[in-house]
Structure formats: C-alpha cells, structure tokens
C-alpha cells in the first residue's frame, strides 16, 4: 500500500529519490527547515493570551521526514516554547512504512522520537490499538479528528469515543486544503456525529458531544489556556450565532443542539472573531471588491502551489 503525499502539509526533508513521498522541489534540508522554523517563531509568534497568531512546528508525517527532523524538530520546539504538530496512524501505508524503516509502530516510532507529550497534538489518529489509544491518553497528546476529510480519502475515521475512553483530548479539524475540500467545521461536525454512530450505535455520540470537540477541546488542542472555545467573561470573543427560525428547524424545538447539528446544514447568522463581526445579517463584512481580490489571488497563489506538486 503506497502512501498518498498531499501537497501544503507540514515540513519535508525526504525526497522521492530517497525513498519519501515527495516531489524533491517540495523538499528542504533539515537545516533549512529549523532555522526557518525559527526565524519565523522570532518573528509571528505571539504567546499572548487572545493572541490570532502562534506558530506551532509541524514536520508533515514521520514517513515522509527523517528521523532525524522528528529529533530536532521536538528539542526546537521545547526551547522556544511551541507546540509540535504531526499526522499520526493516518494510513495502513504509514504503519507499514514504520514497520519497514524503523522496525517500529508508528506510536512507538512517535514516542522514540521524543515526541510524547502534551506538547504535541496529531491529525487523524485513525489504525490504532487500544494500548496505543491510551499511551496518547497518559501522555497528554490531543488528537485533531477530521472525520469528513478521511473519509473522503477512503481512510475510515478514528473513533471519537473510544479517543475520548482512553482520556485522550479530541478537537475536530477542517485538515488542510489539500486533502479536504469543504473547510467548513459544521460539516465535520455532523460528519464527527454520524461517524461516531455509524461505529458505536445510536447512544455512541451526541451533538453536545461533538460541539464540546469542535470548541473547547478543539482549543485544548492548540494549547489555549485563554478560554477559548467556550462562552465565558474574559475569553475571546468568537461567536457564532444560527437562526433556529429558518425553514429547516421547523419542529425542532426539544434541543436546539441537537436539532443544529441534525437539521443543518445551516448558514450563520452572525459570525464574531475577537468580536470583531465577520458576518452580519448572513452576509461577509468585507467589501465586495476586497473578496474579489482575496479571491483572485488565492486562486493565483494554488495554481503555482498544484503546478509545484506535478513537478512542472
Ligand atoms: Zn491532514
């Protein structure tokens, strides 16, 4: 089983031509990608409570870098005091990788690397055992669930109950642009919920559950200790706000919870960042011509990115 490279997902230093998934143009020297790494802590990082922009270092999978970035990478990140982020038992191609090159499991390879610990946080978490589920647990390593994404992928999803069993902090995750193709965070939601039952029955998973992912534990993921995700004096003003009077709630009135995850998908009436409005009245507060322009160049900016990716 090969392993499947996305393009835009975290730091490589391992080529095709030594036996890595990537194109060698997307590839970096070790060297190069610490001290990078570093120059941009320096510069963006911002630690402070409410902060909108902290860097986390995140090489993209331990099969597609070397054991080597793994290493240094954690030791970077402990003396500049930033969190680590990887893909973790993503794929049965990675755990095949792991077995092959290091002669370990991916979780055992994570551990020996050094990177057990409540520092990082890692997407999917999916072909794992129970013994390996709860070491995530002890030490405090939160998972990103994107449900919507590996499924998408033909990846399954991993269980959130049974993360949840294990003690282990479960944040629900968009994943990036290259592998998912929505970014909307309400249809990873309803994704988490159905996903949750399809495994465990009906009684595996409830909304509140799910919102309980996508808000405070999402925010655990990332280290927040500033009250974000949850409603409460002093914490970060980022509010959604949904019409339970559209057509679509209609007869919905026993739990306004459950009824926004089952009876959606839904457009928010108000969206809040920092307090700062996004959406007023269900529409963007950016000029017309300010999202045209956003627009036009993201759609430059992936176009250079996707030819990279082909190696043209
Ligand atoms: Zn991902």
Redesign the pocket.
């Known amino acids: 089983m090969g392993l499947r490279f996305h393009p835009a997902?975290g730091a490589l230093d391992l080529s095709e031509k030594d036996g890595g998934p990537a194109p060698e143009q997307l590839t970096e020297s070790v060297e190069e990608i610490l001290a990078d790494s570093e120059r941009l802590v320096h510069t963006y990082h911002d630690p402070a409570p409410g902060s909108m922009l902290r860097i986390a270092l995140a090489p993209s999978t331990q099969a597609a870098v070397t054991e080597r970035l793994m290493v240094e990478t954690a030791r970077l990140a402990e003396r500049l005091d930033v969190r680590l982020h990887t893909?973790l038992a993503e794929s049965l191609g990675e755990e095949e990788y792991c077995r092959e090159s290091f002669g370990r499991r991916p979780v055992e390879q994570f551990e020996h690397v050094g990177w057990g610990s409540d520092r990082a946080w890692v997407?999917?978490f999916i072909f794992t055992e129970p013994r390996e589920r709860e070491r995530l647990g002890r030490w405090g390593t939160a998972v990103a669930h994107?449900p919507g994404s590996t499924m998408m992928l033909g990846a399954g999803a991993a269980s959130l109950p049974a993360l949840r069993d294990a003690g282990v902090t479960v944040g629900l995750g968009c994943?990036?642009s290259a592998?998912t193709d929505h970014a909307s965070l309400w249809l990873e939601a309803r994704a988490a919920l159905t996903a949750a039952r399809e495994r465990g029955g009906a009684g595996a998973a409830t909304a509140r559950d799910i919102l309980r992912a996508a808000t405070v534990d999402a925010a655990a993921c990332l280290g927040r200790e500033d009250g974000l995700g949850s409603l409460a004096p002093g914490a970060p003003a980022d509010v959604v706000v949904w019409d339970l009077d559209e057509f679509s709630f209609t007869g919905a009135h026993t739990d306004p919870v459950e009824a926004w995850l089952r009876c959606g998908p839904v457009r928010p009436r108000h969206t809040l960042v920092q307090g700062r409005p996004l959406v007023e009245d269900g529409a963007l507060t950016l000029p017309h011509a300010r999202t045209r322009e956003m627009l036009t160049a993201h759609a430059h900016h992936a176009r250079r990115i996707q030819g990279l990716a082909e190696g043209t």
């Open positions: 997902r893909h997407a999917h994107c994943d990036g592998s």
